[in-house]
C-alpha cells in the first residue's frame, strides 16, 4: 500500500531515470510497503560517476556566491515541503513525528543555510614573507604566499539509515559549498527523502551532474562507487565493519577518506551526580529513534555509592515510557528500522542474560500486533567485557556497570574499540572537565546530552577518521593548495 507519495528514479547528470529494477521500502511500524525504490546497478553507478566527474571543472570555479545562493533555495524549497517530506521520512524510517519534521527536514534546512553561509566562508591562510637565500633552485628572494583551500573533486558521499536526509544534508551541504561534485548513495532501508532531496537541489539550479543519487537494495552498488578510479573522495557515514572494508577499497586508489562510524557512547556518573539530571540523559538511548544513534549514552557507568540508586531510577524511567505507534502523540518509543535489527537487538540482549547480567527492564519484545518494536531494556550489574558492553547495539538498550575508582571508570570508558562520544554527569563540573582530558572520544558532554552545531564531530580510535561540523566540514571536503610568488 503506498501512503506517501515518493520519488522512483534515481538522478544521474540531472535527469532522473528508472533502474532495471525496484525493490520495496517498508513502513517498521505498519509493515506496508511505502513505496518501491529505484535499484541501482554497476552501469548505473559508472553513469553517475562519470555525470559527476564532468560537470566538476566547471561548477569548481563557479563564485562562491552562487553556489550560497543556490544551498539557499534548495532550503526554501525543502521548507515549502516541509509536511509532504516530513511524512515521506516518517513512513519510511518509522520515527515519530516531530523526530522526522525536527530532525529531518528543520534539519536539512539548518544544515543547508549553515553551508549556503559557509560558501562565503574564506578558510585560506597568508604565509608570513620569507627571505630566501640563493640556491641552486634560482636566486634569493622574498616569497610571499597563500594557502588556499581546493576542493577535492568528485566526493561519493554513502549514507547510513538512520540519519537519513540530515545525514545527506550534512555532506552535501559542504561539498557543494566547496565546489565539489557528488554521487549519493543513500541506505537500502530508507532512501525516499534522499531522492526526494536530490530532486530539490537539481530544481534549485545545481547543474547536471554536480548532484548525483542512486539508490540500492544491497551493498554492491556502494562498494562499486568506492572502487571507482574516477571517485576522489568517500564521506562515509555507517558501521565501523563497512568503514574498514571502504577504507581498504579506497587505500587501492588512494582516495581522500572521511569516516564517522559506529559509537558505544559512556556516560560517566560521578558520586556527586544530579541524579534526575543523569537519568534524563542516559535515556536519550530509549527516548532518542529508539536508540539507534551513534553518540548516544547507550553505557551508564556509575559510581558505587550511587549505583543501586540509579539502577532504579533508570528502571522505572525505562518502564514509564510508551511504546507503540510512531504516529501516537504519547508514543515515546517507536519502531526500530527493521525485523534484522530487532533480532540483532534480541540477541545481543539473550547474550547479556548468558553473560550472567541482570535486566533489569525490559529484554521482552512488546506485544504490539505488527511493527519491528524493541522495549526500553535496561541491563544492569553488566562487567565490562561482557558482549553487550563491547558491541554496538543500536536499539533501545542501556548497559549500567558499576565502579569503585576514577581510574576504573575511565578505563571501562576507554575499554571500547569505539571513541566517538562520551558523556560526564557530576556537579563539580570542574573535575568533569578535567575528567574530559582522560577519555579517549572525539566529544564529551557533561552534565548534557544535546549536540553543539558548530563543534568538530567525529570519532578517535574505530569510530572513524576526519572531523565534520561547523566550519570544520568546509576543511573535510577540501585539498590545501599553496601558491608562492617572490
Ligand atoms: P551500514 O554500515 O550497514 O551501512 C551504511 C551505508 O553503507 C549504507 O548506505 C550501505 O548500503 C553502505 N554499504 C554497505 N556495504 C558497503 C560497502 N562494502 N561499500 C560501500 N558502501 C557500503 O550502517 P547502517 O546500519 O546503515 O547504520 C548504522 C551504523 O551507522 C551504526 O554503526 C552507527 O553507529 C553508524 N553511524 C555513525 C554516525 C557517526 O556520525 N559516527 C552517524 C550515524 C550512524
Same mark, same amino acid.
Given at each position: ?6 520519488? &522512483? ?8 531515470? *528508472? ?26 553507478? $559508472?553513469?553517475?560517476?562519470?555525470? *559527476?566527474?564532468?560537470?566538476?571543472? *566547471?561548477?569548481?570555479?563557479? &563564485? ?23 511524512? !515521506? ?5 518509522? $520515527? ?31 604565509? $608570513? ?27 561519493? =558521499? ?35 527523502? =534522499? !531522492? ?6 537539481? @530544481? ?23 572502487? #571507482? ?53 542516559? #535515556? ?9 544513534? =551513534? ?56 547474550? *547479556? ?57 575511565? @578505563? ?32 564529551? &558532554?557533561?552534565?548534557?546530552? !544535546? ?36
Amino acid at each position: 500500500m503506498t501512503v506517501v507519495e515518493a520519488p &522512483s528514479r534515481v538522478l544521474v547528470g540531472g535527469e532522473r531515470y *528508472a533502474t532495471a529494477g525496484t525493490y520495496p521500502i517498508v513502513n517498521p511500524a505498519t509493515e506496508d510497503v511505502v513505496a518501491e525504490a529505484p535499484d541501482a546497478g554497476p552501469a548505473d553507478v $559508472a553513469a553517475a560517476v562519470e555525470a *559527476a566527474k564532468a560537470a566538476f571543472p *566547471a561548477w569548481s570555479q563557479t &563564485s562562491r556566491e552562487e553556489r550560497s545562493r543556490l544551498l539557499h533555495r534548495a532550503a526554501d524549497i525543502v521548507e515549502s515541503r516541509a509536511d509532504e517530506l516530513g511524512a !515521506l521520512i516518517q513512513a519510511e524510517t518509522g $520515527a515519530l513525528m516531530h523526530v522526522a519534521r525536527w530532525f529531518q527536514v528543520t534539519g536539512t534546512v539548518g544544515r543547508l543555510r549553515r553551508y549556503a553561509r559557509g560558501a562565503l566562508e574564506v578558510r585560506d591562510v597568508p604565509l $608570513a614573507p620569507h627571505a630566501m637565500p640563493s640556491t641552486v633552485l634560482g636566486p634569493g628572494a622574498l616569497l610571499g604566499g597563500n594557502v588556499l583551500r581546493r576542493p577535492v573533486g568528485v566526493v561519493a =558521499c554513502v549514507t547510513p539509515y538512520n540519519w537519513p536526509m540530515g545525514g545527506m544534508a550534512g555532506k552535501v551541504g559542504p561539498a557543494l559549498a566547496t565546489g565539489n561534485t557528488v554521487v549519493v548513495k543513500p541506505a537500502p532501508q530508507d532512501p525516499l527523502a =534522499c !531522492l526526494a532531496l536530490g530532486e530539490i537541489l537539481v @530544481e534549485a539550479g545545481f547543474p547536471p551532474g554536480v548532484v548525483n543519487v542512486l539508490t540500492s537494495a544491497g551493498p554492491e552498488t556502494g562498494a562499486a562507487l568506492v572502487d #571507482s578510479p574516477d571517485v576522489d573522495m568517500v564521506s562515509f557515514t555507517g558501521s565501523t565493519a563497512v568503514g574498514m572494508k571502504i577504507a581498504e577499497a579506497g587505500g587501492r586508489t588512494l582516495k581522500r577518506l572521511f569516516l564517522e562510524l559506529g559509537g558505544k557512547g559512556a556516560a560517566i556518573v560521578l558520586p556527586d551526580a544530579d541524579i534526575p539530571t543523569a537519568v534524563t540523559g542516559i #535515556s536519550a538511548t530509549w527516548t532518542f529513534q529508539s536508540g539507534q544513534g =551513534c553518540i548516544l549514552p547507550t553505557r551508564a557507568v556509575v559510581h558505587r555509592s550511587i549505583y543501586d540508586a540509579l539502577v532504579e531510577a533508570l528502571a522505572e524511567r525505562a518502564n514509564s515510557l510508551k511504546v507503540g505507534d510512531p504516529l501516537d502523540a504519547d508514543t515515546v518509543v517507536g519502531p526500530v528500522i527493521s525485523a534484522a535489527q530487532r533480532e540483532r537487538i534480541e540477541s545481543l540482549t539473550q547474550s *547479556a542474560r548468558d553473560e550472567g547480567a541482570r535486566i533489569a527492564a525490559g529484554g521482552t519484545r512488546p506485544g504490539l500486533p505488527r511493527g519491528f518494536y524493541a522495549a526500553p531494556t535496561l541491563v544492569a550489574d553488566a562487567h565490562p567485557g561482557m558482549t553487550i558492553a563491547q558491541r554496538e547495539v543500536f536499539g533501545p538498550v542501556v548497559t549500567a556497570i558499576p565502579y569503585d575508582t576514577v581510574e576504573e571508570a575511565v @578505563e571501562i570508558t576507554n575499554g571500547t574499540e569505539y571513541g566517538l562520544h562520551n558523556y560526564v554527569f557530576g556537579k563539580d563540573v570542574g573535575k568533569a572537565y578535567d575528567l574530559a582530558a582522560q577519555l579517549r572520544s572525539g566529544y564529551v &558532554s557533561l552534565n548534557n546530552s !544535546l549536540q553543539h552545531p558548530e563543534a568538530p564531530f567525529g570519532g578517535f580510535k574505530r569510530s572513524g577518521l576526519g572531523r565534520d561540523g561547523g566550519s570544520f566540514a568546509l576543511d573535510a571536503y577540501t585539498e590545501m593548495q599553496s601558491v608562492v610568488w617572490t
